[in-house]
């Protein structure tokens, strides 16, 4: 009955090792959770106060109304507002450590630099404030002042990171709609109270506030993390790298990150490397760090350090038997990682005060003491690898050539080879005559209902076989990057003709000597903010507005409330967004239809939920069509 588990080659090849080691995977949990819950799965039941759970007959044969009369509809909004604001908060208390660190790093409290001084100086410019002559720590925290003022606004003044960030005319809509944000941390707190017991009945309303939680989590989780760990870390360039499990060296100490937000595993790289000789003193070759979900993302786009996978396979990692230490910070870690752990010499070490596993040794993580925990972790891994059982590892020998770190100034700079005066035009020259027929953003996760990878891969083969470009972020440019879709060669072997040709003439033109990749590695999720930024950015030099540009977005396989939040965003910018897994609504017939059709007329972007791979590429494109035919084209 079940469908099957991943394409992932080293995934199979390590579910036969889990299988002969006697572990518990994801998929085994699953299967053992089935058949899951008919009312969790169309959103109607509540538990919003101790009279319920409460639960609505989706046939119509029994009760229509919650006790306290909460109709279907309701309790779907409602629902739906708490998983997109439980995103939202996710994204902007990671944003909110990147602030903090920027602040005391400019008050030369923690050993941190700010290492992108150009991306400082574009935030500011962009927020308003005078740049030239300031001296950069004096900016940086001038920026942070203007971030926490967001983060402790007690006026209704709409977030300043968004009115600088965001398109004028998406703003006008946004407005006359009445969900510009404010403080994040006051409209996350009013969608907990819309949706306790006794609030809010009008499902037109919850969906309204939902949208707003979409731009809470687009400017003040995504772009405003994006750009504080741009201006601490430098902003990403080209680099070239390898991707899946075969990264992993059976001859070396291998360190794996987990998690979030680069703040730890940017030392971790940094003290892998000084500590390499204390690894060869114990006869390795070195130190060797791979990442897993968007940890593995962020320091791949900075440091070009390898993926070694994404979410599914995040215990079959441990299952090679060759990872000493995984270090996880905070997002998408799944419990499970302790007991795989405890069945090989691998440590799993917890460092965040929020996030604890019993079973994984906790080391504290402040930004104070980042060099010593760094290096107590890296030593730890150097002592785990003397206790590695060779008979126990089992390297996959799958890894993929993957080019990454295409950040929206990476982007314009390849641009400007073409067209120094304006960067842009060779971009939009390309897209309206067709040569690009669009561009698609693929982001998000991989959800065990849906086999691992197969979506990504097999919708993302047939839009740019029909000429889109896509741009990647999260687990789905790691499914990417596994399949050959970051490279020179997936050009050859997947464009189009047309895709093909201006993809040659931009790696030619960037000094590559092969073509761009038919798929651009644009960073973590939060990373989303660069696609929206470029997305933005096209549609100042056009003149237009975002819902406008032939331009839409996909997560394949959602796993995460940040998948959905990320999505409601994309809505809010007038993208179509597909989903390849249907959200948990169908339990309201109106509700469904307002995402999937009624916020058009109001916002110009929707939801579009297709779980066939081929026919989402397919829709997407039609998508598209009619936006070139709208603007002419
Ligand atoms: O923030 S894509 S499974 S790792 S939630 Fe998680 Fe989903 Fe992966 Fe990155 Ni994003
Ligand atoms: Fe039931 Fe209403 Fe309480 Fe929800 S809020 S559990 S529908 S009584």
């Not at 079973?359 to 590695?388: C, M, S, W």
């Not at 995460?560 to 169908?586: D, F, N, Q, R, Y």
Request: proline share 5%.
């Amino acid at each position: 009955m079940l469908k099957a588990k991943t394409i992932d080659p080293a995934a199979l090849e390590l579910l036969k090792k889990a299988a002969t080691d006697g572990i518990e995977t994801v998929w085994d949990r699953y299967e053992a959770q089935q058949p899951q819950c008919g009312f969790g799965t169309l959103g109607i039941c509540c538990r919003h106060c101790l009279q319920g759970p409460c639960r609505i007959d989706p046939f119509g044969n029994g009760p229509k109304a919650g006790i306290c009369g909460t109709t279907a509809d309701v309790i779907v909004a409602r629902n739906l507002l708490r998983q997109v604001a439980g995103g939202a908060a996710a994204h902007v208390d990671h944003a909110y450590e990147a602030v903090e660190a920027l602040e005391l790093a400019a008050e030369d409290k923690i050993n941190y630099s700010i290492a992108g001084e150009d991306k400082l100086r574009q935030i500011a410019t962009a927020l308003g404030l005078e740049t030239p002559s300031k001296d950069t720590k004096a900016l940086a925290l001038e920026v942070v002042r203007v971030a926490y003022a967001d983060m402790s606004n007690h006026s209704r003044q709409p977030l300043q990171w968004l009115l600088a960030n965001a398109p004028k005319e998406r703003i006008a809509v946004w407005q006359s709609l009445g969900i510009l944000p404010r403080n994040p941390d006051r409209e996350i707190r009013e969608a907990m109270h819309q949706t306790t017991m006794g609030m809010d009945a009008d499902p037109v309303n919850l969906v309204l506030a939902t949208a707003k939680q979409g731009l809470v989590d687009g400017y003040a989780g995504l772009k405003l993390a994006t750009d504080m760990q741009d201006i601490l870390f430098g902003i990403p360039s080209p680099v070239v790298t390898e991707a899946n499990l075969g990264v992993l060296k059976s001859d070396s100490v291998n360190l794996i990150v987990h998690g979030h937000v680069p703040l730890l595993s940017e030392k971790i790289v940094y003290w892998a490397k000084k500590l390499s000789a204390e690894a060869e003193a114990v006869g390795a070759q070195s130190i060797h760090v791979a990442g897993i979900c968007c940890s593995g993302n962020e320091v791949l786009m900075r440091q070009g350090i390898p993926l070694a996978t994404n979410f599914l396979a995040q215990e079959l990692a441990i299952v090679t038997g060759a990872v000493d230490v995984m270090v996880v910070d905070v997002q998408c870690i799944m419990p499970s990682l302790a007991q795989v752990a405890s069945c090989y010499h691998t440590e799993l070490i917890t460092t965040m005060p929020i996030v604890k596993i019993p079973g994984a040794t906790h080391i504290p993580f402040t930004l104070e003491n980042a060099d010593e925990t760094a290096q107590t972790i890296v030593r730890k891994a150097i002592a785990a690898y003397k206790k590695r059982d060779p008979r126990k590892v089992r390297i996959p020998d799958q890894r993929t050539t993957i080019m990454a770190g295409f950040s929206v100034e990476a982007i314009t700079a390849a641009l400007a080879q073409l067209n120094p005066q304006q960067p842009l035009k060779p971009l939009v020259d390309n897209i309206a005559n067709g040569n690009i027929f669009g561009v698609v953003a693929t982001v998000g996760c991989n959800n065990v209902k849906v086999t691992q990878d197969s979506f990504h891969v097999e919708m993302v083969k047939e839009l740019v076989r029909n000429n889109i470009l896509v741009a990647a972020t999260g687990c789905s440019a790691h499914a990417l990057a596994k399949f050959g879709l970051m490279n020179s060669e997936g050009t050859e072997r997947f464009a189009g003709d047309n895709l093909k040709s201006v993809l040659t003439a931009l790696g030619h033109a960037a000094g590559l000597g092969a073509p761009l990749p038919p798929v651009l590695h644009m960073g973590s999720c939060v990373d989303n903010s660069r696609i929206g930024d470029l997305v933005t950015a096209i549609a100042r030099y056009l003149g237009v507005d975002t819902a406008a540009l032939p331009v839409a977005a996909s997560a394949p396989e959602p796993q995460h409330e940040k998948a959905l939040s990320i999505g409601t965003w994309a809505v809010t910018m007038g993208l179509t967004t597909h989903l390849g897994v249907v959200p948990p609504v169908l339990g309201s017939k109106s509700v469904t239809e307002l995402l999937t059709q009624g916020l058009t007329e109001v916002i110009g972007g929707k939801f579009y939920v297709e779980t066939d791979p081929i026919l989402a590429a397919q829709g997407l494109i039609a998508d598209i069509r009619a936006k070139r035919k709208a603007l002419g084209l």
